[in-house]
């Protein structure tokens, strides 16, 4: 896969980013670089090969699930911007 000009061009327009010429083709450059980089990674053979997590092999430490404080409701609640004794109450966002 390989990005052209025009492509660069139009991302920047649909991302609200103004981008000169100049940097255009520093964009092309990198992009497709990546992109080559992506396709030389996809040719690899993985099918013998475990996934991993982590390149660390550890295991995370189990600790048990318990409540730490308890009753803290009413200082929660302070936090709202409307006053209700059950919920945080907040403006409407969508119309």
Do not use: C, W, Y
């Not at 649909?14 to 980089?37: G, Q």
């Not at 982590?54 to 929660?76: F, P, Y």
Request: cysteine-free.
């Amino acid at each position: 896969m390989s990005i052209d000009l025009k492509t660069i061009k139009h991302i920047a327009k649909l991302s609200r980013i103004s981008i000169d010429d100049k940097k255009a083709k520093e964009l092309e450059k990198d992009l497709n670089s990546i992109f080559e980089f992506i396709e030389a990674l996809n040719k690899v053979d993985t099918k013998k090969v475990d996934p991993l997590t982590s390149i660390a092999e550890t295991s995370l430490k189990l600790r048990g699930d318990e409540v730490k404080t308890k009753n803290i409701r009413e200082q929660i609640l302070k936090n709202s911007p409307d006053e209700n004794k059950d919920f945080f109450v907040v403006p409407k966002v969508v119309e």
